[in-house]
């Protein structure tokens, strides 16, 4: 970039950020949204706090787009292995991640708080293979963990990132999918609706975080013609509108996930644009975006099954989101040095390198 010259491509810091206030929308929408008796202030951005999925497959579309576009094959050969190693590995970083989780906490649940495989699954359900579909981040709102239903939508994501990543290349093809997943995604995704929960939902957002990456330079190109004075303001407002449309019918084509997209766009430009302009580092929204992950896997244990009376004990909601948050991150430090205590990431780099490696 020329030095008078803005990149507002999100850097690996940023992103966390963003993860961040996704996090605290999931933890705000869990605690409240099945609540109201905590007032209408906090119901309503309970709901409004479902836009955390929408966020989190944004930021995995522009991610993976951003990493892709770097491991282009010269031939066609070339670039089908290279995109296998490529899916390969993202699930691979995933799976060792929640399998981390999963064989930690079910034993714990089971074993200590009383919370069964039967109590989970159904009386009537066949609990070996409710656990082995689990494991594999199939069972939806079906796993021992509710919240463990957005794995199969973030893996069925990935399956299908490469052939999103090549529709979004092309302009013509592009925005014919996107007006498709936009305004009738059953009409698209009818047929892959069963492989994941929420698929024609939030393919729409998922596509968008594509797009934007693969078009960062002209995008640049746009938004440099615009003082950062004005994108900061203009993005937030643009934001805050976006959240407030969402469970505020103004509109048939403002609420629900028809704004996700545009939540999710706004509130990665409003943090950018903030930190290019004011040089502000929000260390501490970045701490625990790092640890979105683990604090995604795991807070719903804290929150309804482990320790649901000592959460809500509190009382004031304010009090009731600060521990959950701050227990959750807690919690996520500790796995993490459990992980160095194990030497889990060298496990994990081992096995990314025999991938990496596997077709050379």
């Known amino acids: 970039m020329e030095a008078n010259k803005i990149d507002y491509a999100l850097t690996i810091a940023e992103t966390n950020i963003v993860k961040s206030i996704a996090i605290c929308a999931m933890l705000i929408h869990h605690l409240f949204y099945r609540n109201p008796e905590y007032g209408h202030f906090f119901f309503k951005a309970a709901l409004t706090g479902k836009t955390c999925v929408a966020i989190f497959l944004f930021l995995s579309g522009y991610g993976l787009s951003i990493q892709y576009e770097k491991i282009q094959g010269h031939s066609t ?106 305004f009738n995604p059953y009409r698209m995704t009818a047929p892959l609706e069963n492989l994941a929960a929420g698929l024609s939902s939030y393919a729409c957002t998922f596509a968008i975080g594509s797009f934007i990456a693969i078009r960062k330079k002209s995008i640049n190109t746009i938004l440099n013609k615009i003082p950062i004075q004005c994108v900061v303001p203009i993005s937030f407002c643009l934001a805050s509108f976006c959240f407030y449309a969402r469970n505020n019918v103004l509109s048939l084509y403002f609420y629900g996930n028809t704004v996700d997209p545009f939540i999710a766009l706004f509130t990665c430009l409003a943090v950018v644009s903030l930190c290019r302009w004011k040089k502000v ?47 959750s991150l807690a919690l996520s430090v500790t796995i993490e040095k459990l992980k160095e205590i194990c030497k889990f990431y060298k496990l994990q780099e081992s096995v990314l390198h025999k991938v990496e490696n596997f077709a050379r």
């Open 281 to 327: 580092q929000l260390s501490f929204l970045s701490f625990v975006g790092k640890h979105s992950t683990n604090m995604y896997l795991t807070h719903t244990f804290i929150l309804a099954y482990f320790f649901h009376n000592f959460i809500y004990g509190f009382k004031h909601p304010l009090a009731i989101f600060a521990v959950l948050l701050l227990s």
């Open 77 to 182: 050969k070339e670039s089908f292995v290279k995109t296998i190693q490529f899916l390969c590995k993202r699930l691979i970083k995933f799976f060792l991640s929640y399998w981390f989780i999963f064989v930690i906490f079910v034993p714990i649940g089971v074993f200590i708080f009383g919370r069964t495989l039967h109590t989970a699954y159904g009386s009537d359900a066949d609990i070996y293979l409710c656990l082995f579909k689990d494991f594999l981040g199939l069972q939806e709102l079906s796993s021992y963990n509710a919240t463990w239903w957005f794995n199969r939508l973030i893996i069925v994501s990935y399956l299908l990132f490469p052939i999103i990543f090549w529709a979004m290349r092309s302009n013509v093809v592009s925005i014919l999918v996107l007006f498709i997943l936009f």
